[in-house]
């Protein structure tokens, strides 16, 4: 729970460890995954009494937009309830999953123009289906394996 004694300091912190990459330095790829461990702590902040999830990734297009990449707005938007609980997922600590993250943001992040897309479904969902893999509405986590520590 964040409380508002700390959101100064732990805004701090995770800029800090943003600001500490040498982000001009990385590929696409690795530009997209230290975005998606490096960013969820801002979101995790929660400094805004509404709006941090669509604050957070304002912010994530306006930085990947700085470093020279174009943003796909409309995905993001498309799968809001995805990426929320994508953000949900990264902040438990030793236990994060940030792979459903990394995945939208290898998407979202782009090295070339995005072309924003027409409805090209037939159902009449305004949503376009370039976007389906985003529109799940239930999540099954992958189950982890106990493994047993052999060092003695």
């Known amino acids: 729970m964040v409380h508002r004694d ?5 805004l701090k912190t995770a800029w800090k460890k943003i600001n500490s990459v040498n982000w001009r330095s990385l590929d696409h790829h690795d530009f997209a995954v230290s975005v998606a461990h490096l ?10 009494r509404e709006g941090n999830t ?13 470093y020279g ?3 796909d707005y409309e995905l993001m938007a ?13 902040c438990f600590g030793e236990n ?7 995945k939208i943001l ?5 090295t070339e123009p995005i072309e924003e897309t027409e409805d090209d479904t037939d159902s009449g969902d305004s949503r376009s289906s370039k976007y389906e893999k985003y529109y799940t509405k239930d999540y ?12 003695e």
């Open 106 to 110: 290898l998407d979202a992040i782009s």
């Open 140 to 151: 099954t986590p992958t189950p982890h394996e106990y493994v047993e520590d052999t060092k």
């Open 69 to 71: 990449y174009y943003f």
């Open 96 to 102: 994060s999953e940030y792979e459903h993250l990394e």
């Open 54 to 66: 669509r604050t957070t990734v304002m912010m994530l297009a306006f930085f990947a937009e700085k």
């Open 6 to 10: 700390t959101i100064d300091r732990d």
């Open 78 to 90: 498309a799968s809001a309830g995805y990426v929320r609980n994508a953000l949900v997922l990264c």
């Open 39 to 48: 960013f969820p702590a801002v979101w995790q902040v929660h400094p805004f």
